[in-house]
């Protein structure tokens, strides 16, 4: 079953903006991870944090994770048209359970 | 970084005809490998998990006799939906993690689009 859940669904923003998207997950975790999916295409994976990291960034990206709150957010800074995906959350304990998923698009 | 590969990246196959998904990892061992199904604009669910040597351990849900899983290698796992029917059209995708390696990414496939008619 999945774990976690993303909002908003879907997210529509010009270039140049910021886009946040929000994870929320059931259980205890090992750590969450961010995935990026373009229409049909497998995943990539974006970025992982552990459970006891707070805050992490790589290149525009930043991520948090609230175990408190069993939550994650995900930052993408400047954004560009290229960043028009899919994107995902998903935990780990042994299995990778993924959310349901935030569709950004971003508008040259 | 490490490469799992799938095969095929399409296929279309006639009701009642059986098709097989390869998974492969390139440069490393994978104990576990994890089959995912995709319908349109909604997430991965879990199918089952495939362990090197072992029966797979299927998801609540998921129909054993229809989705054959083998792991006979620790470099390859198979998917093979048996007796396809229209409403098995799907993304599939699998992912493969290094042993030992608890607390880290997991490599996915590009997925294979089965279309049934």
């Known amino acids: 079953s999945q774990q976690g859940e993303e909002d908003p669904q879907a997210l529509s923003i010009q270039e140049g903006e910021n886009a946040t998207m929000n994870c929320s997950y059931k259980?205890?975790?090992?750590?969450l991870q961010w995935y990026r999916q373009n229409s049909g295409r497998g995943l990539v994976h974006l970025i992982l944090?552990?459970?006891?990291?707070r805050e992490k960034h790589s290149g525009r990206l930043r991520v948090t994770l609230d175990t408190s709150k069993k939550s994650s957010s995900l930052l993408i800074t400047a954004s560009r048209a290229a960043d028009t995906a899919s994107y995902f959350c998903?935990?780990?304990?042994?299995?990778?359970?993924f959310g349901t998923g935030t569709s950004l698009t971003v508008i040259p | 970084g490490a490469v799992v590969s799938q095969h095929p990246s399409r296929v279309i196959c006639k009701s009642g005809t059986s098709v097989k998904i390869e998974c492969r990892s390139l440069?490393?061992?994978?104990?576990?490998m994890f089959w995912y199904r995709q319908f349109p604009k909604q997430s991965l669910m879990l199918m089952a998990t495939?362990?090197?040597?072992?029966?797979?351990?299927?998801e609540q849900g998921v129909e054993k006799d229809k989705f054959l899983i083998n792991h006979a290698s620790l470099t390859l796992s198979t998917l093979t939906v048996t007796s396809a029917h229209p409403e098995d059209s799907s993304f599939y995708i699998c992912?493969?993690?290094?042993?030992?390696?608890?607390?880290?990414?997991?490599?996915f496939g590009q997925g294979t689009r089965l279309t049934v008619v």
């Open positions: 992912s493969a993690r290094s042993p030992g390696t608890a607390h880290t990414e997991a490599f």
């Open positions: 259980t205890s975790i090992n750590n």
């Open positions: 440069d490393f061992q994978a104990t576990t």
């Open positions: 998903a935990t780990d304990p042994d299995q990778f359970y």
């Open positions: 944090i552990r459970s006891n990291e």
């Open positions: 495939s362990n090197e040597g072992s029966k797979a351990t299927y």
